[in-house]
């Protein structure tokens, strides 16, 4: 299953196969957490953002245009998922994404094979810095940064998930990478 497409999945599911959904669950699981996290800032809601996010796509898979990209509608839901579950647990109002959280960093749950220990502590420590610097960025440049090289997304795809022109994305990612370099070349 694992060379299959997610469209090739979708129709195994409707053609009776269930275990083709619990694969499709699998391969998103780690990145739609990660996601999700930059919005929620803490394990717990986005464990349970995620959760609610899968049972909307259990649901909803009957209306899903298989024409479309799974991935894109998956991310979509993930994140209108995430602003109601924040909106109804009134932690932030929708324009102050940019407060930094003391949780763990998504880039420190990045699976690692087997490093050696100075590359262990020199990874984490990047990690952190990294961490640190994207958090200094609007969360608007900060999102799609993390969807793009985190996530792997298109800026298609990310146009098409926060519902924004293409040319809006590219620019939110020319403008971040602009940041991330100034801040760099200060060190």
């Known amino acids: 299953m694992e060379t299959l497409s997610d469209q090739q999945l979708v129709a195994l599911y409707f053609k009776g196969k269930r275990n083709a959904l619990e694969f499709l669950i699998s391969r998103y699981i ?96 990047l990690a952190l810095e990294v961490d640190k610097i994207l958090n200094q960025l609007p969360f608007n440049y900060k999102l799609v940064i993390i969807m793009h090289y985190i996530d792997q997304l298109t800026f298609q795809e990310i146009s098409d998930i926060l519902n924004k022109p293409l040319n809006t994305v590219k620019s939110q990612h020319l403008r971040a990478i602009s940041h991330l370099r100034a801040f760099f070349s200060k060190k």
């Open 30 to 125: 780690g990145p739609l957490y990660g996601f999700v996290f930059q919005f929620a800032k803490n394990s717990a809601d986005a464990q349970d953002i995620t959760q609610e996010t899968f049972i909307k796509v259990w649901r909803n898979l009957k209306k899903f245009d298989r024409k479309k990209s799974f991935k894109s509608w998956l991310y979509v839901i993930a994140k209108n998922t995430a602003i109601d579950f924040l909106r109804q647990k009134r932690h932030i109002t929708l324009s102050g994404f940019n407060s930094a959280g003391d949780e763990a960093s998504v880039f420190e749950s990045i699976p690692d094979p087997a490093p050696l220990p100075p590359e262990i502590w020199d990874r984490q420590d």
